[in-house]
């Protein structure tokens, strides 16, 4: 740089300690949210399939839920574990650009302890 003055733009980025552990902990969650989608479309294969070999009236049987409900829940179940598989990745995204950390409204820093709780939280506490 020839004029001999520059401008730096303040760095937004974890300390390398925290990038390292943060890293593990997305890997983690990233790990669970896979397992628990292998796990909810097996179950919802099962649900199906049981629907078609069963010829009972699970509409009418006051003693259990419905196959209908079972299939909605597990689906619904299935929908939020891929929704936190992105959610995760976006925050992986976010690490790698040096803005994992900083509040996407207020520009603040969010606090360790809620990156600890919900490491793809894109806000702080107070604009939650």
């Known amino acids: 740089m020839g004029s001999g003055s520059f401008h730096v733009e303040p760095d937004m980025t974890l300390p390398e300690p925290g ?31 049981g629907s078609h070999l069963s010829t009972d009236d699970d509409e009418h049987d006051p003693e259990g839920s419905t196959v209908a409900f079972e299939r909605a ?9 891929r929704r936190d598989l992105d959610e995760l990745a976006a925050a992986e995204r976010r690490l790698d650009a040096g803005t994992y950390g900083v509040c996407e409204k207020c520009g603040r820093p969010i606090g360790p302890e809620r990156l600890d709780a919900l490491p793809a939280a894109r806000r702080c506490i107070d604009c939650a």
Do not use: C, K, Y
Request: charged share 30%.
């Open 73 to 81: 829940q597990t689906s619904s179940l299935l929908d939020d574990a």
């Open 19 to 49: 990038v390292a552990s943060a890293r593990e902990r997305i890997a983690s969650e990233r790990a669970d949210a896979a397992h628990r989608i292998d796990f909810l479309t097996a179950r919802l294969a099962d649900i199906v399939e």
